[in-house]
């Protein structure tokens, strides 16, 4: 175990809290509150997937259960804020869907090209990144879904959890494309 290891662990351990929030009485928390911190909470799980990466790399601490952990930390937490917007009615149960399975099929795939010696063929591709790019937006967006002043974050997060959705489609179709073409 290393320092980007128990990053990625830490962000497992936020995602009982960011749904927990939504389950406390109104009394206790107003609504907006629930929004602002269940915000943080997935910025806070955000930063940590950027610092794991980038502590790992930098003092050179990549290790296999690095490898393993942070991709699982990362899906755990977009499948939990996922559903968790689906109870709030804050995005269809299709979109879910959609994003859900395209993870667990790229999962799939790249463990089933690892188990036959071509793990590089699905390496993580720009428009992989560009979709969780768009992802992490709009969910934070969706889970804030209180208007900034003048900016409207309900409408932001919906076209951007769209375009995730489209982009999710085209990133999976690249990857099985790359798998299929290679083998």
């Given at each position: 175990m290393n320092l980007p290891n128990y990053i990625s662990l830490f962000r497992i351990?936020?995602?009982?809290?960011?749904?927990?929030?939504?389950?406390?009485?109104?009394s206790v928390i107003g609504n907006f509150d629930k929004n602002l911190i269940a915000t943080g909470l997935f910025i806070v799980a955000g930063i940590s997937d950027?610092?794991?990466?980038f502590l790992a790399r930098k003092l050179k601490l990549e290790s296999k259960f690095g490898a393993f952990i942070d991709p699982v930390a990362d899906k755990l937490i977009v499948i939990a804020s996922l559903v968790l917007l689906v109870e709030l009615d804050?995005?269809?149960?299709?979109?879910?869907i959609i994003i859900i399975?395209?993870?667990?099929?790229?999962s799939a795939l790249r463990e089933w090209m690892a188990g036959i010696g071509s793990a590089g063929s699905v390496a993580v591709a720009f428009v992989g990144?560009?979709?969780t790019t768009?992802?992490?937006?709009?969910?934070?967006?969706?889970?804030y879904f209180e208007d900034i002043y003048l900016i409207p974050t309900r409408l932001l997060g919906e076209i951007a959890i769209?375009?995730?959705a489209i982009l999710t489609i085209i990133s999976m179709l690249y990857y099985l494309k790359k798998?299929?073409?290679r083998n």
């Open positions: 351990i936020l995602i009982p809290f960011l749904i927990l929030i939504f389950y406390l009485p109104h950027w610092l794991d990466g804050r995005i269809s149960a299709l979109i879910a399975g395209r993870e667990v099929a790229v990144k560009l979709k768009i992802q992490f937006i709009a969910i934070t967006l969706l889970l769209n375009l995730a798998a299929f073409v």
